[in-house]
């Protein structure tokens, strides 16, 4: 099956810094991948999707790569706040359901 | 939109009993997921529903979880007996599809085995 290793575990960062979480992949017919927020005490909560067409994707403070090739994506958040602490998981998916990773948790300081 | 609804939010029970988790997922989506998320193990899907037919339930860890969706609007999910290692937060999600469409979590049923 699908094996997804995200790094790094933890990430502490100023405001207004630059965080970077990475993902790795196995199943080089992967597709979709998906990133997800979750805050204390709710559901991961879906932030910002590509799919394998697609080299990079933007959505105001928040951007997604992805590396075909190497099998490797990651998130990028630009202009850290306080409320973007929380813990981030990649996920991953080809012709069936998601495989997750076990997730960063971002701390971000005032 | 009400989103993706669960219910407890908290159980805690003894061993030995059975445990009954809840689940209404978002209106014209026809597909349903159970995960389960701990420390040492993330996220773990347990099984999902197309149309309402279980599709894949290899990741139930045993014969004594069993999950049931008799209607689009509402599924359960069944621990018989209970066991202080099923303690874990319990969260059901939802999609328009079961292939690369975005999920939909609930908020989640914590729960305690004592």
């Known amino acids: 099956g699908e094996n997804v290793e995200q790094h790094p575990s933890t990430l502490s960062v100023q405001e207004g810094d630059s965080a970077v979480i990475k993902c790795t992949y196995s199943d080089s017919a992967s597709n979709y991948f998906p990133w997800y927020k979750q805050e204390l005490g709710k559901g991961p909560q879906l932030i910002i999707d590509?799919?394998?067409?697609?080299g990079e994707k933007k959505d105001q403070r928040i951007a997604v790569t992805l590396n075909k090739t190497a099998k490797h994506f990651s998130l990028h958040i630009t202009e850290t706040q306080p409320e973007d602490s929380a813990v981030y998981f990649c996920a991953v998916s080809g012709y069936s359901t998601l495989t997750f990773g076990k997730g960063t948790m971002l701390l971000v300081s005032p | 939109d009400a989103g993706v609804i669960q219910s407890p939010r908290h159980e805690v029970t003894e061993m030995g009993q059975e445990v009954t988790l809840r689940c209404k997922p978002i209106?014209?989506?026809?597909?349903l997921f159970w995960y389960r998320q701990t420390m040492m193990r993330g996220l773990e899907l347990l099984i999902y529903?197309?149309?309402?037919?279980?599709?894949?339930d290899s990741g139930m860890p045993e014969d004594r979880f069993s999950a049931k969706m008799p209607n689009a609007s509402f599924s359960t999910l069944k621990i018989q007996p209970s066991e202080p290692r099923d303690s874990a937060v319990y969260f059901c999600?939802?999609?328009?599809?079961?292939?690369?469409?975005?999920?939909?979590f609930g908020n989640g049923t914590r729960l305690t085995v004592t």
């Open positions: 999600a939802s999609s328009r599809d079961s292939d690369n469409s975005p999920l939909h």
């Open positions: 590509i799919r394998s067409n697609v």
């Open positions: 529903f197309n149309n309402n037919v279980p599709i894949d």
């Open positions: 209106s014209g989506h026809n597909s």
